[in-house]
Each structure stands twice: as C-alpha cells, then as structure tokens.
C-alpha cells in the first residue's frame, strides 16, 4: 500500500507540473498523457475491495482531487459487460488503462461511427472537446481497471460527462 501511495504521490506531483504549462486543453493533454504514461501505477493503486468494482454500475473511486480544481484523478472498475452511455466531457481527459481491456466506440457530432480502438494494459489516450463523443465498454470476460485524469475537480462538478446522446 505505501508503494502505491508513493506511485500516486508521483503522478500527483507530475500531472500538477503538466496542467501547470497553462496550454489549450488539447496540449494539456497531451503533456498530462506524457506524464501519465511515464507514471503508469498498477490496479493495486486501488484496494482489493475497490479493485472488485460493483455489479450495478462502473464504479468510480476518487484517488485525488487538486484543491484549486485544476484536475483530479479517479480510478474506474469495469466487470464484464458494463458500459458507458455515449458521451462527450466537460474538460480535458487522459485515461490509462491498468488491467483488463477497454473498447472504446468513438462519433462525429451526427452520433456516426467514426471508429472504434482496444485499449489494454499500459495504453494511455487523452483528448479535449470538442470532438470527444465516444462510449466505452468492458467486452472481455475479466474486470478492466483505468485511471482517469479529468481537467476539473469531479467531486464539485459530479461527472466528467458534460451530455448523453440516445
């Protein structure tokens, strides 16, 4: 447990120097995607109990949000099958993925397909809106686990999602 807090220490400490270039959001992420990939911590920066995720839903774990709301970081539990509705965000967003894989579903402004990519362990992706309408899901048969970096405190605003498409 204290090595993974030392892991979040140092991911904390790099994604504050990133945001802290004060570039658009499409820079920032790239430059908070840079850090996240040299920072990479394992599914074991979420506890054993986090790590189980929750039948119902995604579950969302809130590993630190920075006090001036300039980003925060959580970590997401998918079990098999669990799903995102098709979204776009409020802010910047770089995602790491830490076990399991990801598939994710991205559309242009009409809700058309536009492509779809795999994310597994060790990819790590960021984008700025516009242009960020996608849906993600677990399609494997084991539980994935990503970290989150979102540009704004997710614990004052509720949710990265800024609107849901049907």
């Given amino acids: 447990m204290i090595r993974s ?69 959580l970590g997401l539990v998918w079990r098999p ?9 409020l802010t910047w967003c770089v995602v790491g993925v ?12 009409a809700l058309d397909p536009i492509g779809v990519r795999d994310n597994p362990p060790g990819a790590v992706g960021g984008f700025a809106p516009p242009g960020d309408i996608h ?8 539980t994935a686990i990503s970290l989150h970096v979102y540009g704004t405190d997710i614990s004052r605003v509720g949710s990265s999602a800024r609107r849901f498409y049907n």
């Fill in 5 to 73: 807090l030392v892991r979040l220490t140092d991911l904390v400490a790099s994604v504050r120097q990133a945001v802290d270039v004060r570039t658009d959001w499409a820079g920032t992420a790239e430059l908070v995607a840079d850090q996240l990939r040299a920072h990479l911590p394992g599914p074991e920066i979420l506890t054993i109990d986090q790590r189980r995720g929750r039948p119902d839903r995604v579950a969302g774990h809130l590993l630190h949000a920075e006090p001036d709301g300039a980003f925060s970081i």
């Fill in 81 to 89: 099958g669990q799903t995102t509705r098709i979204h776009d965000h």
């Fill in 98 to 109: 830490l076990s399991g894989v990801e598939h994710e579903e991205l559309f242009d402004e």
């Fill in 135 to 142: 849906r993600i899901r677990n399609v494997g048969h084991e």
